[in-house]
């Protein structure tokens, strides 16, 4: 049985991938479970990275691969002729990449490869025991593991939430949605090509290999996920919201699914965490489903690793679930809020979603704030103005970047001078011209700032955040 120094993280998906690769990285022993067999398939839900995730993606040196494998859209259109622009964002990234879920899949599985994680598959967790030092982990098709922390990132039907006790409460918010990946004889007008029209909606989506993604959903047509499903209905539903078919034919695979809004009351259960679908399921409206598991994973795999190496009191861990529970609870109400008025009917919301329509398009400010909300570039852990903000990739000199910085896992410490202060491991320095210290925590979050520390006070807070000056 292996020893407890390290984590296991049950979930071959996006979320585990990333939180993988980065404790692999940093050193830490880690073991992948996947009740699949090994392999990535073609078969997926998402196709979205939005402009933070693809930072956090750039702060790991894999941003500009899964670019190159991607197309960007610059413009998301929402319902009633209302169009977000993206192209004006704060960021490296102004715009949604449109990508398949498999393709981050393949760039994360290859970087925790080579960074040292073993991946086992065909492995089912079933049973989870903890105690003051760690966790066991017991299942079908494999040998018991014990390790210091347990990380579920094994989608919505998590085994491990289940193991440990957390509910899942929530509802259905949309049923009977209906997926198919297809072939089409005419190219759409768009990127990404939606609309609605009486009853039914339809989503079109490339892959990039010939096929397109085609989401669809008819609002008199409600019957369980496992009720027949034929191209014929598929077609009838997109004609009806599109006007047109495409000449869709050769499907290689259909499916029907529910779309629940659910979260975990908490993504901690001792030593065990939840991130991922295993922690929020929301409906797919903004594309925000993958970009906010993997965003979890990179708040919390610094601070286990911070944790384990002896860095830092297990207390931080409590702030994974401080900082991480109200942004899915915001992207909850966000994605309902946008499905609903989608979906809307009935005069009073066809009458709401008209007014929120003219406010968006009429006031800027509110257009902005919508759109860094679904981006991702909204969110902040702490009360600010700076502390907890979101770090813009500052260019640092070199003819580098802040983010480029961040690639070795460490903290970042700009000053506008050198400090003895500063001298230590787990911590990368660099000089800049701004106005103000700043000490930004691996995730690319403001951890700390000030005016023209002392030497004392600069070595209090490097000592609280980075640790002590020698690795003990």
């Not at 908490?266 to 409206?285: C, K, T």
């Given at each position: 049985m292996?020893?407890?120094n390290?984590?296991?993280?049950?979930?071959?998906?996006?979320?585990?991938?990333?939180?993988?690769?980065?404790?692999?990285?940093?050193?830490?022993?880690?073991?992948?479970?996947?009740?699949?067999?090994?392999?990535?398939?073609?078969?997926?839900?998402?196709?979205?990275?939005?402009?933070?995730?693809?930072?956090?993606?750039?702060?790991?040196?894999?941003?500009d691969?899964?670019?190159?494998?991607?197309?960007?859209?610059?413009?998301?259109?929402?319902?009633?002729?209302?169009?977000?622009?993206?192209?004006?964002?704060?960021?490296?990234?102004?715009?949604?990449?449109?990508?398949?879920?498999?393709?981050?899949?393949?760039?994360?599985?290859?970087?925790?490869?080579?960074?040292?994680?073993?991946?086992?598959?065909?492995?089912?967790?079933?049973?989870?025991?903890?105690?003051?030092?760690?966790?066991?982990?017991?299942?079908?098709?494999?040998?018991?593991?014990?390790?210091?922390?347990?990380?579920?990132?094994?989608?919505?039907?998590?085994?491990?939430?289940?193991?440990?006790g957390?509910?899942?409460?929530?509802?259905?918010?949309?049923?009977?949605?209906?997926?198919?990946?297809?072939?089409?004889?005419?190219?759409?007008?768009?990127?990404?090509?939606?609309?609605t029209?009486?009853?039914?909606?339809?989503?079109?989506?490339?892959?990039?290999?010939?096929y397109?993604?085609?989401?669809?959903?008819?609002?008199?047509?409600?019957?369980?996920?496992?009720?027949?499903?034929?191209?014929?209905?598929?077609?009838?539903?997109?004609?009806?919201?599109?006007?047109?078919?495409?000449?869709?034919?050769?499907?290689?695979?259909l499916?029907r699914?529910?779309?629940?809004?659910?979260?975990a009351?908490?993504?901690?259960?001792?030593?065990?965490?939840?991130?991922?679908?295993?922690?929020?399921?929301?409906?797919?409206?903004?594309?925000?489903?993958?970009?906010?598991?993997?965003?979890?994973?990179?708040?919390?795999?610094w601070?286990?690793?911070?944790?384990?190496?002896?860095?830092?009191?297990?207390?931080l861990?409590?702030?994974?679930?401080?900082?991480?529970?109200?942004?899915?609870?915001t992207?909850?109400?966000?994605?309902?809020?946008?499905?609903?008025?989608?979906?809307?009917?009935?005069?009073?919301?066809?009458?709401?979603?008209?007014?929120?329509?003219?406010?968006?398009?009429?006031?800027?400010?509110?257009?902005?704030?919508?759109?860094?909300?679904?981006?991702?570039?909204?969110?902040?852990?702490?009360?600010?103005?700076?502390?907890?903000?979101?770090?813009?990739?500052?260019?640092?000199?070199?003819?580098?970047?802040?983010?480029?910085?961040?690639?070795?896992?460490?903290?970042?410490?700009?000053?506008?001078?050198?400090?003895?202060?500063?001298?230590?491991?787990?911590?990368?320095?660099?000089?800049?011209?701004?106005?103000?210290?700043?000490?930004?925590?691996?995730?690319?979050?403001?951890?700390?700032?000030?005016?023209?520390?002392?030497?004392?006070?600069?070595?209090?807070?490097?000592?609280?955040h980075?640790?002590?000056?020698?690795?003990?």
């Amino acid at each position: 049985m292996a020893g407890t120094n390290g984590v296991v993280v049950v979930g071959c998906g996006p979320t585990g991938l990333l939180l993988a690769g980065d404790l692999a990285q940093a050193g830490v022993p880690v073991t992948v479970l996947e009740k699949r067999p090994p392999g990535i398939s073609n078969l997926t839900r998402a196709f979205a990275l939005h402009a933070r995730t693809l930072e956090q993606l750039d702060m790991r040196g894999l941003a500009d691969e899964l670019e190159s494998l991607g197309r960007p859209m610059t413009r998301l259109g929402l319902f009633d002729g209302l169009t977000l622009d993206l192209s004006g964002l704060p960021t490296r990234f102004p715009h949604v990449l449109v990508i398949p879920q498999y393709e981050v899949e393949r760039v994360l599985q290859r970087r925790a490869r080579e960074a040292g994680a073993e991946f086992r598959y065909e492995a089912e967790v079933t049973t989870l025991t903890q105690d003051a030092s760690g966790v066991t982990v017991l299942g079908r098709g494999m040998e018991p593991l014990r390790a210091a922390y347990v990380v579920g990132a094994d989608g919505m039907r998590s085994a491990v939430r289940e193991a440990v006790g957390l509910p899942f409460p929530g509802r259905s918010v949309i049923r009977s949605v209906v997926l198919a990946d297809v072939r089409l004889s005419e190219d759409p007008p768009d990127l990404l090509t939606a609309g609605t029209a009486g009853d039914a909606f339809a989503l079109l989506i490339p892959f990039g290999d010939g096929y397109h993604r085609v989401v669809g959903w008819h609002r008199s047509h409600d019957v369980p996920d496992d009720a027949p499903l034929d191209l014929a209905e598929i077609r009838e539903i997109v004609r009806t919201a599109l006007g047109r078919d495409y000449g869709m034919r050769d499907p290689r695979w259909l499916s029907r699914f529910h779309s629940d809004e659910r979260q975990a009351p908490s993504y901690r259960a001792g030593r065990v965490f939840l991130a991922g679908d295993a922690a929020h399921v929301h409906s797919p409206a903004g594309g925000q489903g993958m970009n906010t598991g993997l965003q979890d994973a990179a708040n919390l795999s610094w601070k286990l690793a911070a944790v384990l190496s002896g860095r830092a009191a297990p207390s931080l861990l409590d702030t994974y679930n401080t900082e991480r529970h109200p942004v899915g609870r915001t992207v909850l109400r966000s994605s309902g809020t946008l499905i609903r008025l989608a979906m809307a009917n009935r005069p009073w919301t066809r009458a709401l979603r008209s007014t929120l329509t003219t406010l968006a398009t009429n006031f800027p400010a509110l257009r902005r704030r919508a759109l860094h909300q679904v981006t991702g570039l909204a969110y902040s852990y702490g009360p600010g103005p700076l502390t907890g903000q979101r770090a813009p990739d500052i260019p640092l000199p070199g003819n580098t970047r802040l983010y480029e910085a961040l690639r070795r896992g460490n903290f970042v410490l700009l000053t506008q001078g050198p400090h003895e202060a500063a001298d230590r491991p787990h911590l990368t320095t660099s000089e800049w011209s701004g106005p103000t210290t700043l000490l930004i925590r691996p995730d690319g979050y403001i951890a700390w700032t000030a005016k023209s520390p002392s030497p004392t006070a600069l070595g209090a807070a490097l000592l609280a955040h980075v640790g002590p000056a020698h690795s003990a």
